[in-house]
Structures are given as C-alpha cells and as structure tokens.
C-alpha cells in the first residue's frame, strides 16, 4: 500500500507556473523535511522521500511546497544552523535531489520554496571559524557580533540581551592560550552566532546564495527570522528578564528594528530580475498587524506569516477582530494576508484548541481550517494537519532534540509553549500506513519515536473515509479551486448570533459556529461541505457545536 500511496496518486497540475500574481491566493504546504517521508531507512527524512510523496500533496490540492533547511548542517538546531548555504547535507541528500525534486515538483504543477537563514549561521560555518582564529576587532569577527565583556575583567555579557532559547544570547570565546576573550551574540543556540549585516561582505553573500537556489529553480524563499538580522546602535539593555516573552508585542533592539526593510527591499529587486514570479515569505513577528505590513508594502517581501491569526483564542469575537485587522493592515499596501494554524515551533493547533472534553481539539481544528481556507489571501498548511494530528506530549526527555528543551530543562524552566523547548511534539515523523516500519514513514524506525496507534491517523487510514480529515481537507481544497469567489479578493460579514462567524464571498457564505452547543440559523444556501453533519428545519440549519460549513449561494 506504501507503494501505490508514493507513485499512483496523480492529479490535475496546479495552476501553471507562469500564472501572474499565484502567491495572492496559494495554498502552500510546509514539509518539515526530517519527519515527512525517508527513503533510505535511517529514520531520518530526505530529499528523495520527499519527491517520492508529491504526488500525495499534488492529490491534496495544494499550491506549493515549503521545505525546512536541508543544507549542510551539524544539526544543533534542525538545520537552522547552516554550515554551508551551497550544500544537501548528506542526511538529507544531495544537490542532485534537490534538483529532481524541484523538477519533480514543477512536472506536477507544485511551486517549491526553500528556507533560508540570513540571521545567523552554524559555529561550524568557515566565517565562524576564522573568527574564532582571529584576533578581537580583526577582519575576520566583522561579519560577526564579536564585543569585550562588561566588569573588572570583561566576566559579564556586553549586554543584558536573552537568547530565545533561554539563557543569556552572549557566550565568551576562549584563547588559544586558554585565557577567556570576546563574547559574540547569539539571539537562538550558542551554536548559531549572529551575523553582521552591517558587514558588505554578508550582504554580498546572500545575494550570492539567494541567485545560486534561484538558478537551480526554486520559486521563492521562506525568509528564517525576517524581523532579526539588523540590531539596534549600540547594542542597549532592555531592562528586563523574560524577553522571549516580549517578542511580537514590541520592537526590540534586536527584533524588528527598521533598518530590516532595506534588505528585503534588495532582495525584491533580486527576485523580480528572474521569471516566473519568485516569492519571498517573510517569518516576522511584529507587535501590530501595521508593522507586520511594512514587510509586505509593494517594493518589500510579497507575504508574512500572520502570527497574530496563529495565537488567536477559539473566540468568535477575538476571531473576528484579528481576520479584520489582519485584512485592513495588508489592503493598506496591497499586499494578501496570509493565514496559518500551525507550523513546526508551536503546538499543533488540535492540542491548543482542546480545552474540554475528548474529541474537542479535532473537532475545532476541522472547523478551523474550513474557516481559513475561506478567507482572502493565501494559507498555510502543516505537514500533518490534514490528518488531524495532535502534538505528542509524551515524549521522553531522552528522545527529545530541541535545543530549546534543553536549555530551559538546564535553568529549571518549566517550557510547554513551543518556542520554550517542547517544539519536539509537533515534529513526530508522519504516518503513512496503518502499519509496517515507522507507520509507512520509512523502510526503518523514525528518529523520534511514534505514538501507538499513529497508523489510525495515516495516509492509508483516512483515505476514502468521507467523514475522515483528509478527505475533509482535499473536498475543502478541490472547492477552493473550483469557486471564483474564495482566494484573493472581497469579504464581507453577515450578522450571526453571539459565538457565530458568518462570512460572504462572492456566491458564498461560510458559518462557523464556535460554542458548546448547537445553533439553529436560516439555511444560507446550498451546502458544499461541513466539518460536521448538519441538521435541517423548515427553512433553517442546525450547525452542531464548534462547526463550520460552506455554502453556495
């Protein structure tokens, strides 16, 4: 079964890839490559395993692929610590795979965009390593964040800045001699030393490696901390602890400073010199809606991930005041919003939403996606999600790889919030197959372990199942194609009962029903599809609690 799920689902091809402006309204699919699909039966996800499952995403109905770093990387931080910007690392592949899947990709329609991480780089990067060689303010510790240590003796960090990661963002180098030097920034792993963008050569450098994928006929960039890059003169203190905790309410000296937009404003003008409308994605977290459009303004990046509608309670009203003010702050510069539920650094949105009974996380994530696949702009899907998979909460500390978890484990920080050292839970490998090896992810085990009974959540399992997430994921995506009134363009709201969204596209209305119990309401139209069965009156529809269907009208 493996076999026929890897070759035999072929599909209609995407939009062609020349179509004008696609990223407005694209469903794009993010493969966290490392858990998606291994070829090779070291429990560990690749290029070619990746290419051998498009044809299952092709069958979905999505737009395009994001794939997660597959360059060559010690892997202190999943591959967000990059040794070499020009190399597969050999656990995922080679350069030639990335090549066939690209055309692979492309032969069935697929656009394919790939991270890149212009924040910092591995400590094994050459750059780095000549750092560390090089003598304090020498040339080498330029493309670097290298200052002397504040106290008697230089023993306290320059500045009072927290890695997100926890712990203090400095670490001291040591001498040759064995006699403590410099202190050099690093706002994620002490693995991942911060870059200087003040620096030429850095800028010079990306351009170079952003033309070097580009060539090799990626679609577009997925720009890894897009906020960061540029720090504050003088490096100032913040005055407080628990900065994580401030990331995306306000700007920092390290975060969102504006000098940011001038680099993803040369990095416009590099994407439109190629054909084929090449797209950059910003992953920027800002304090409002208004700053997170000042990376999508027509000269800048062509979307940012909405984090705002990602953290958003299950609240019709909280709901509403995000999408709205998601919509007005992209419309005042022309630019889509976008909308997601999950990704690889939180808590699977199932999990999130569940806070009563059994059952409930799923029913709210169906319910959920359906609202968002019906709103203007373009979505995001999680590898996974269209299976209807919670987070693994269970994991072993000893299984566990997230360098988050680790330091917070080591400072006695209780982390169960994604981003504080739990992120392990949403990257368990994926389930295929009811059964065999690794659930169908690979010929061996996976590199995280799997819960029992993953198999009845799998590919095999869901498929041709009506009631099945799947199945509910590849209706609502078929029709979302197929009507000319969902993607990018206008929006309206309906009046609804407290607890209650209902929205109009043209020829169309989605109503989602967000409380505990059922809601009678007019029949708005012809149903197309719901999350939940529904129930019928004289001229009226019962929406069953935390639902959501579509309608024709």
Known sequence: MTQELTTSLQAEPRRSPEAAAWWRDAVIYQVYVRSFADSDGDGIGDLRGARERLPYLARLGVDAVWLTPFYASPQADGGYDVADYRAVDPLFGTLGDADDLVRTAHELGLRVIVDVVPNHTSDRHPWFVSALADRPRGAARERYHFRPGRGADGELPPNDWESV??????????????????WYLH?????????NWDCPEVREEFDSVLRFWLDLGVDGFRIDVAHGMVKAPGMPDIGRTEQAKLIGSQVLPFFDQDGVHEIHRGWRRLLDSYPGMRIGVAEAWAPSAERLALYVRPDELHQAFNFQFLKCPWDAAAMREVIDESLAATASVGAPTTWVLSNHDVVRHPTRYADGGPGQGLRRARAAVLLTLSLPGSAYLYQGEELGLPEVTDLPDEARQDPAFFRTSAEGQDGQDGQEGRRDGCRVPLPWSRSGPSYGFGPGGSWLPQPDGWGDASVEAQTGDPASTLELYRGALALRRELPGLGDGPMSWLNAPAGVLALSR???VCTLNTLGEEVELPLPGRALLSSAPLAYGAGTVRIPPESCAWWAI
């Not at 706002?187 to 870059?195: I, K, N, R, T, V």
């Open 506 to 508: 043209p020829g169309f």
């Open 187 to 195: 706002l994620f792993a002490p693995e991942q030393p911060d870059l």
């Open 165 to 182: 990661f926890g712990g203090p963002a400095w670490t001291r180098t040591t001498g040759p001699d064995g006699t403590p030097g410099e």
